[in-house]
């Protein structure tokens, strides 16, 4: 048996209704293994629920048994994979990154950028590889909030590129639009020339090998989001709401602009931020500010996680104005809420990888 035989057999089953054959419609897979009797490949399908599987399936294996051999050992060998779940997969801007995390919220103010940073300090705490790129054109406040008021990033020769280097504190590649532009002058860029810079500083900066790459989104929905998810591959996005009615109903617009048809972004859950109060004096009370679990209750109604529940403690006020993310304390309340917020995305991050596989096998059997 050769597999040009097999192919020559296979161009004998029609697609129903287009008048081609499965092999003129790229349907077959390059990975025909012939082993004695043994024949096996892979048929690709444009949808999972694509009508005629079934019958192709079985098509195929009778076109192998009468114009191949009678004796082909066929039955049950063929696989079938399908497109349609794939999500287009941009060109690879950067390739030794291995998980791109987008930060986001509906509203502003309800602490995208410090768990966005406390996330960043944990996950480097716990030995990954990371990378944060401030995208907040309209309140670039991570240079604040890693001390790096100051830095200014400088280019770099690597190979016949000039790349743009990260700063660097607390174990984090830090980029931010502020590097750039003059805190106030942010607000006032157009849409197009704000995307521009921050493709500029996706492209052209020496990120080099991460483990995670987390991007403060601006808050909302807008053109900013598009190129984000247009240019780069993200592996998902995270949700930031207080329980706050008015939070929350942003949080919901965000999450159905992600998942919606044309960014398409999986969601990895969500994060419920200023979540309760517990004054130092009564370490045992919680104080319901902004309402009672309102990011869990919504979690729990669309059907995603809750990755975590950060309360309200001064120190994290504080620690964003001097520089000194939260995060940083062990055996803190907050350095411990936050360590766990970053094991779940861990956890999530590899459970999504496990359980989706870039093209989804169906069973036909
Ligand atoms: N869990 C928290 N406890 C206390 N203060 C917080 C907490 N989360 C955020 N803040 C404070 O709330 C303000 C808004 O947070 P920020 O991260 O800048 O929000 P966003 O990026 O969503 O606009 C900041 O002053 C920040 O220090
Ligand atoms: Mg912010």
């Known amino acids: 048996m050769y597999p040009q035989l097999i192919i020559e057999a296979l161009k004998k089953v029609k697609y129903p209704g287009t008048g081609k054959n499965i092999v003129e419609m790229d349907m077959l ?15 690709l399908f444009e949808k999972p629920n694509d009508p005629f599987i079934r019958s192709i399936v079985k ?32 060109e690879k801007l950067l390739p030794d990154v291995k998980n791109i995390i987008a930060v986001a919220s509906g509203k502003g103010g309800v602490g995208k ?66 590097f750039f532009v003059n805190k106030n002058d942010a607000v006032l860029w157009r849409g197009a020339m704000a995307c521009n810079a ?16 987390l991007i403060d989104l601006p808050p909302g929905t807008s053109d900013i989001h598009l190129t984000m998810v247009q240019t780069l591959s993200i592996t998902g996005v995270v949700i930031v709401t207080t329980p706050q009615e008015v939070a929350l109903a942003d949080a919901r617009k965000g999450i159905s602009m992600f998942t919606g048809e044309k960014v398409n972004v999986p969601v990895l859950g969500l994060i419920e931020n200023m979540a309760w109060f517990t004054p130092a004096e009564l370490p045992g009370s919680q104080y319901f500010i902004f309402g ?74």
């Open 29 to 43: 897979e390059d990975n025909i293994r012939i082993e004695g009797n043994k024949v096996s490949f892979s048929l």
């Open 59 to 90: 098509a195929a294996e009778t076109a192998i048994t009468t114009y191949v051999s009678p004796d082909a050992d066929i039955k049950g060998n063929i696989s079938v994979t399908t497109k349609q779940t794939v999500r287009r997969e941009p």
């Open 113 to 178: 950028s410090t768990i966005a940073a406390n996330l960043a300090v944990s996950l480097a705490g716990m030995g990954y590889k990371i990378g944060l790129l401030d995208a907040d054109i309209f309140g670039p406040s991570q240079p604040k909030m890693f001390q790096m008021e100051d830095a200014r990033p400088f280019l770099e020769r690597i190979g016949n590129r000039d790349l743009i280097r990260p700063a660097e504190n607390y174990g984090v590649k830090l980029l931010s639009i502020g």
């Open 198 to 213: 921050l493709k500029q500083l996706i492209s052209e900066g020496n990120w080099g090998e991460l483990d995670y790459l």
């Open 292 to 365: 009672k679990e309102g990011g869990k209750r919504l979690a729990n109604e669309l059907h995603i996680p809750l990755l975590g529940q950060i309360p309200i403690v001064q120190s994290i006020c504080e620690s964003g104005d001097t520089g000194i993310p939260a995060a940083l304390q062990p055996d803190t309340i907050t350095g411990n809420a936050f360590h766990k917020l970053a094991e779940s995305v861990v956890e999530r991050v590899a459970w999504r990888r496990e359980h989706l596989a870039p093209t989804q096998q169906v069973n036909v059997s």
